[in-house]
């Protein structure tokens, strides 16, 4: 097992008011756990602001977690100290969501693709200027755009540049953070093709966060459907898409249309906005929202909190409804 994440949460202290020194937690991350295979791509969706992004982060250390603990080929890596975690750095990398705001424009293309083998002190000279041509080669750049910035280049090549950057150390892990959602259809699925040609070669594997419900089908192995810092489905990708079982999911997944017009697709409607995740309801999060509970008012959804478990060989769900 590559990686492996047992009970993580980030919890983030805030004032409850402009003028009051009185403090609040909300609540990002909320306990959340889950393995992933070498070569292999887990999808995380939900609505915005549910902590798919907070998530990747604290998997990488990029924030502290509250607590929890994380695995990277059997170490746990939130307990280790500043230089050492340096060394594990060289096997997880990040794509990050903004080609334009994560990439430094006073720095050339070589320079940025470069920074991580600088980092590292890995080859000088000639050899390394070699390794950056072949990165940019390989995500689709030429070697003369090493002298160029930024700023010249379009959106799509930006996250070429990015990924290159996040292949220089050949990494075992890559966070994906929305890596296609800025671009524009057409170039989306070029660097999505790119990035499943990599996870081919390289043996990578992914953590893919996306909204875009077809994206994230087309990418991953298995799914993980998040809502309010915690996860209330897991499984395989066809499975989750072709009998979605918490509500929650059912609703995310009727908003996909369909491919043929002449079939008519039932649309579910969420009532209400997400709920704060300060102050998130008691039993299940999801009860003030979900159809179930409004058909049946029991109980159990508002004092209970659900247990994730698994209902079925490798599907798991976080609800009192959904029977084994």
């Given at each position: 097992m590559l990686l492996?994440?047992?009970?993580?949460?980030?919890?983030?202290?805030?004032?409850?008011?402009?003028?009051t020194k009185a403090k609040e937690l909300v609540y990002a991350?909320?306990?959340?756990?889950?393995?992933?295979?070498?070569?292999?791509?887990?999808g995380l969706v939900g609505e915005s602001g549910c902590g798919k992004s907070t998530l990747g982060r604290a998997v990488l250390r990029l924030i502290e977690p509250t607590s929890g603990e994380v695995y990277l080929e059997g170490m746990e890596i939130c307990k280790l100290e500043k230089k050492e975690l340096k060394d594990y750095r060289k096997k997880m990398q990040i794509i990050f969501q903004?080609?334009?705001?994560?990439?430094?424009?006073?720095?050339?293309?070589?320079?940025?693709?470069?920074?991580?083998?600088?980092?590292?002190?890995?080859?000088?000279?000639?050899?390394?200027?070699e390794i950056v041509v072949q990165l940019l080669t390989r995500v689709g750049l030429k070697p003369?755009?090493?002298s160029r910035?930024?700023?010249?280049?379009?959106g799509g090549q930006r996250q070429r540049i990015g990924i290159a950057r996040a292949l220089a150390l050949r990494p075992k892990l890559i966070v994906g953070d929305e890596p296609v959602s800025s671009l524009d259809v057409s170039i989306q699925a070029q660097v999505l093709n790119l990035l499943m040609d990599l996870q081919g070669e390289y043996g990578l594997s992914y953590l893919f966060i996306s909204h875009d419900l077809g994206v994230v089908r087309h990418m991953s192995n298995r799914i993980a459907v998040m809502y309010l810092g915690r996860f209330v489905e897991l499984a395989a990708a066809e499975e989750l898409y072709e009998a979605p079982l918490h509500p929650y999911s059912q609703a995310l997944l009727s908003s996909i249309p369909?491919?043929?017009?002449?079939?008519?697709?039932?649309?579910?409607?969420?009532?209400?906005?997400?709920?704060s995740p300060i102050h998130?309801?008691?039993?299940?999060?999801?009860?003030?929202?979900?159809?179930?509970?409004?058909?049946?008012?029991?109980?159990?959804?508002?004092?209970?909190?659900?247990?994730?478990?698994?209902?079925?060989?490798?599907?798991?769900?976080?609800?009192?409804?959904?029977?084994?």
């Open positions: 492996e994440v047992k009970d993580l949460k980030k919890h983030y202290t805030v004032r409850s008011g402009l003028f991350l909320d306990g959340v756990s889950f393995t992933l295979e070498e070569g292999k791509t887990l903004d080609p334009f705001g994560s990439l430094n424009p006073k720095q050339s293309v070589g320079k940025i693709v470069s920074e991580p083998l600088d980092n590292y002190d890995v080859e000088k000279g000639k050899t390394r200027e003369e755009h090493m910035y930024p700023q010249e280049f379009s369909a491919s043929d017009r002449r079939v008519k697709k039932h649309r579910i409607i969420l009532e209400g906005d997400v709920p998130p309801p008691s039993g299940c999060r999801f009860h003030p929202r979900c159809s179930l509970y409004q058909g049946l008012q029991s109980p159990i959804c508002t004092e209970e909190t659900p247990i994730f478990r698994e209902v079925r060989q490798s599907h798991w769900v976080s609800c009192h409804q959904v029977q084994d």
